[in-house]
């Protein structure tokens, strides 16, 4: 079959078609119309456009061929007039295939408002029906909530009706626990005050009798003493370490001379912490030696305020733990505080923490075995402490604060805690505790994103 024959066929299909099509389209009621009845009537002419439009390109084939010049034709002349003819009829249906399409489009138009309407109405039914359902449940779960709420105030008062019941008892009991610890600290306190009084004053019995015996011999002497200087035995109120003898140029030499020669004699003894006491009196910085009515040979007492450790200078016997000076609970936790504080501002948190939770194991190995020297009893050389703990800065002074004390056996450090440990070691243990976890807690959160 030719271009041409095949063209002729799909035209006259074509213009079936297109009655066929125009009578669908005349049937629709334009003021309101069945919108599936259009749908399909648009459809159709839809097909016919894409048919006119090949129809269209071969009737341009065609009339390439017949228009070339007679020499060039494969066509007679009859077949090219008749191919100029068909022409005319495929320009003539091209018009109407293009009217269909606008009576249609228009149609189309309206079918799109309508369908645009009907979704319209049908999601505004849909809202008012979940809008109703909502009010619905909200109006359900408030009742719900409401008898909830009531429920839970109802248990809540009586929760904290128990709750204030055990709050005030146990408020009771830990009070009378103060008022008897209190008193326990009080009596001790007494006791241990009327002791010192007691010893400082057969000191001072003693130093005047020495004094009353030897003041003549030292009147004759002033001007020896003056030449050679003046040597005082000092000794340490708190223990811990052994008498030491200090020599002071002369009698006029004063007290704070006296107290910086006993600086250069023990490192540990810094002068501004320095207490003097000879012959029951605190000695002044400005008072001189005469004026103190102090000789060679005479005995001085010194203590050191703030409760600083005095190390001994010499080796202690076995098991001979020094006897450090009394300190209060404040005392305790500041030392503690500014050793620790000063280890954390120089090093990192890491190395820092170790070294915390190394203090808290040894604290608890003494309160788990009390007077076990393998627990009260570290090794300054040991490895193990030496990376954790005494390697770091103010590491030798947080183990000190705690309560430990430093002794010397067989030229080899070690420190030692008391037997029975002080009352203080438990509640700074529960306060490194509390704030080991603290810190643990307050990391976590930096590093949560």
């Known amino acids: 079959m030719t271009l041409f024959t095949r063209t002729k066929t799909a035209h006259d299909e074509v213009v079936a078609a297109i009655e066929a099509a125009q009578q669908s389209l005349d049937a629709v009621d334009e003021g309101n ?93 849909e809202r008012q029906r979940l809008a109703q359902e909502k009010q619905a449940e909200e109006e359900k779960q408030a009742k719900l909530q409401a008898e909830a709420l009531q429920r839970e105030q109802a248990r809540q008062a009586q929760e904290k009706a128990a709750e204030e019941a055990r709050r005030k008892e146990q408020e009771a009991a830990a009070a009378a626990a103060q008022r008897k610890a209190k ?20 000191k001072a019995a003693a130093a005047t009798t020495t004094a009353q015996s030897t003041d003549g ?21 708190a223990g811990g370490a052994d008498p030491i003898d200090v020599t002071v140029p002369s009698p006029e030499s004063t007290v704070l001379e006296l107290k910086h020669a006993i600086a250069e004699a023990h490192p540990d003894c810094e002068v501004g ?6 012959k029951g009196k605190r000695l002044e910085d400005n008072m001189t030696l005469s004026s103190a009515r102090l000789a060679n040979g005479h005995v ?18 076995a098991g ?33 923490l170790l070294a915390v939770n190394t ?11 009390p007077g076990v020297p393998k627990y009260s009893r ?63 807690a307050a990391s976590s959160a930096r590093a949560t994103p």
């Open 33 to 125: 119309p069945d919108i599936n009845s259009t749908k399909a009537a648009s459809a159709k002419v839809q097909e016919i456009v894409v048919k006119m439009g090949q129809i269209q390109t071969d009737m341009q084939k065609l009339k390439k061929k017949a228009s070339l010049p007679p020499d060039q034709r494969l066509l007679n002349e009859q077949k090219c007039k008749e191919i100029l003819e068909f022409s005319g009829q495929v320009d003539e249906s091209a018009e109407k295939v293009e009217a269909l399409k606008s009576q249609s489009d228009i149609m189309m138009q309206v079918v799109v408002g309508l369908e645009a309407q009907m979704e319209e109405e049908k999601q505004e039914a």
């Open 183 to 202: 008193e326990e600290e009080e009596e001790r306190a007494r006791k241990q005050a009327e002791q010192i009084m007691k010893e400082e004053a057969a």
């Open 217 to 237: 011999a030292s009147m004759d002497t002033t001007a020896d003493n003056a030449a050679v200087g003046i040597s005082l035995k000092i000794k340490f109120v």
């Open 273 to 278: 912490k320095q207490l003097l006491i000879a």
């Open 300 to 317: 001085v007492h010194l203590g050191l305020q703030g409760g600083t450790p005095v190390r001994a200078q010499a080796s202690s016997p």
């Open 320 to 352: 001979n733990v020094p006897r450090r000076p009394t300190r209060t609970k404040e005392q305790v936790v500041d030392e503690t505080y500014k050793a620790l504080s000063a280890m954390k501002s120089e090093v990192p948190y890491t190395i820092f």
């Open 359 to 369: 203090l808290r194991r040894l604290m608890q190995n003494v309160l788990d075995h």
């Open 378 to 440: 570290v090794r300054f050389n040991n490895d193990a402490l030496q990376t954790k703990l005494f390697s770091k800065p103010h590491g030798v002074e947080a183990i000190i604060a705690l309560g430990f004390s430093e002794i010397t056996e067989n030229d080899e450090k070690f420190f030692v805690m008391s037997d029975p440990p002080p009352p203080t070691l438990s509640q700074l243990k529960t306060m490194l505790d509390e704030a080991v976890a603290a810190l643990t």
